[in-house]
């Protein structure tokens, strides 16, 4: 620590001028996040945070993800969910429309840039029904009592879905302005990270207000433990295939090939298949919310049953949950790596594996690799998608399963201040703080 480059951090007014900017607008979000929103009834929402059964602990699991937005029905209650979503979607259609993909192949910067626009455009339509879906189906859970002041699609309804809308436009506008003139790269991790953190306090005031709240305590920091270096130890897990670079030649001479490899990840997908199975299994239950008031006794009866599946909470979600969290870790895996084309860029670099021809078989290759690696990534996605959920069939800990953070909380923590970190380092070698030349 002698020589570390950290102890410099502040001496370099660019990098402290970033950290500033970056501190001074995850302040803005998170006095945002206590903006309510506008034609609420506050009394019947209140009475759903507070109610136990399916209804709660999809409450609760949103009110996570949000930093504590959705119990305050606050503009940014959906966070930037909606943002992300139509982006998974994007990248998802690329390998199946070519056009797409010719695009990223031919101009890489200009196919960046049309990804980024209509990101944002999908993501108001996606926001629109998240916006529409999350009231109804909060008002489905409070007993067919509407959360809106007003019925039907009147003023009130139309500002309170058009301001959730604003919301998460302006979640996306402050992660766009952390990455441009803050921590790069890292705003819309961070606005995420912010919301995680904060619930923190909370949950652990309730923690210390219940019953034998000292061994919870223990059990809480034993799992806390556990799941960090679990994280940690597959976050940072790699698969190095050895790699064979020509020698080149230096006048006369030609030096000796080269020796190296590449890293392929345990966990290429981070949080996306997370984030992907949980929007897919809400939204039976969403759909199912505007039937369960109808007419026919077997419609209302169905989409009970449908409700009571996808609500979370019960046997079956948990299952559903973690095989679709281990199905879309494989899927978008897949995706990431074919757009990432190995063989190609091997190939042009006059690369080989030893024993692999160049090109197709190389990229053939390294998939099967990738697909044997990723199945401990996947099978511990699904374990950390679904530790809170089992813990809370557990009755000695019941609805203290999110304790003072969920183990998917814990992942986007790590990934995210790992990856800040690693910014930040680089930072400092930039402006000439290397750990490697200071004291000399």
């Given at each position: 620590?002698?020589?570390?480059?950290?102890?410099?951090?502040?001496?370099?007014?660019?990098?402290?001028?970033k950290l500033l900017i970056t501190l001074a607008l995850l302040i803005v979000y998170r006095f945002a996040a206590n903006v309510p929103v506008p034609g609420i009834d506050r009394t019947v929402f209140q009475s759903l945070v507070n109610q136990g059964g399916a209804g709660g602990n999809l409450v609760g699991l949103l009110d996570l993800l949000s930093g504590g937005a959705v119990s305050n029905f606050s503009v940014l209650a959906m966070g930037v969910y909606p943002y992300i979503t139509a982006q998974i979607i994007l990248q998802l259609l690329m390998p199946i429309i070519p056009a797409l993909e010719r695009k990223f192949k031919d101009n890489p910067r200009e196919g960046q840039k049309w990804m980024e626009k209509w990101t944002v455009i999908l993501t108001i339509p996606m926001a629109l029904l998240s916006a529409i879906g999350q009231i109804n189906i909060f008002s489905t859970m409070a007993g067919g009592a509407s959360v809106?002041?007003?019925?039907?699609?009147?003023?009130?309804?139309?500002?309170?879905?058009?301001?959730?809308?604003?919301?998460?436009?302006?979640?996306?506008?402050?992660?766009?302005?952390?990455?441009?003139?803050?921590?790069?790269?890292?705003?819309?991790?961070?606005?995420?990270?912010?919301?995680?953190?904060?619930?923190?306090?909370?949950?652990?005031g309730a923690l210390l207000a219940s019953d034998g709240w000292w061994w919870l305590l223990l059990i809480v920091i034993a799992l806390l433990a556990i799941t960090i270096f679990a994280i940690v130890f597959v976050q940072e897990g790699q698969r190095k295939v050895p790699v064979l670079f020509p020698g080149r030649r230096v006048g006369t001479r030609m030096s000796m090939p080269v020796r190296s490899s590449v890293p392929l990840k345990v966990n290429m997908a981070g949080m996306i298949p997370l984030i992907f199975a949980q929007t897919l299994l809400s939204f039976?239950?969403?759909?199912?919310?505007?039937?369960?008031?109808?007419?026919?006794?077997?419609?209302?009866?169905?989409?009970?049953?449908?409700?009571?599946?996808?609500?979370?909470?019960?046997?079956?979600?948990?299952?559903?949950?973690?095989?679709?969290?281990?199905?879309?870790?494989?899927?978008?895996?897949?995706?990431l790596f074919e757009q990432q084309n190995y063989g190609d860029s091997l190939k042009k670099q006059g690369a080989q594996i030893p024993g692999i021809s160049r090109g197709a078989p190389t990229q053939k290759y390294l998939s099967k690799v990738q697909d044997r690696i990723t199945l401990p990534g996947a099978v511990f996605l699904g374990i950390v998608a679904i530790l809170p959920n089992v813990l809370s069939l557990i009755p000695a800990i019941g609805n203290q399963a999110m304790l003072l953070v969920s183990s998917s909380g814990l992942l986007i923590v790590v990934g995210t201040v790992r990856d800040t970190f690693n910014i930040i380092e680089t930072e400092l070698k930039l402006h000439g703080y290397d750990d490697n030349l200071i004291g000399r």
């Open positions: 620590m002698k020589n570390s480059a950290w102890r410099f951090l502040f001496k370099s007014k660019d990098i402290r001028d809106l002041t007003s019925s039907g699609f009147g003023l009130a309804s139309v500002a309170s879905i058009g301001s959730m809308i604003a919301g998460t436009m302006f979640g996306i506008w402050m992660g766009q302005l952390i990455s441009e003139y803050g921590i790069p790269n890292q705003g819309l991790s961070l606005i995420i990270l912010s919301g995680v953190v904060s619930r923190i306090p909370v949950n652990l039976p239950a969403v759909v199912a919310s505007y039937f369960m008031s109808a007419k026919a006794e077997w419609v209302r009866n169905f989409a009970q049953g449908i409700y009571n599946t996808f609500g979370g909470g019960n046997t079956w979600y948990i299952v559903l949950y973690f095989l679709m969290v281990v199905a879309f870790t494989f899927f978008y895996t897949h995706v």
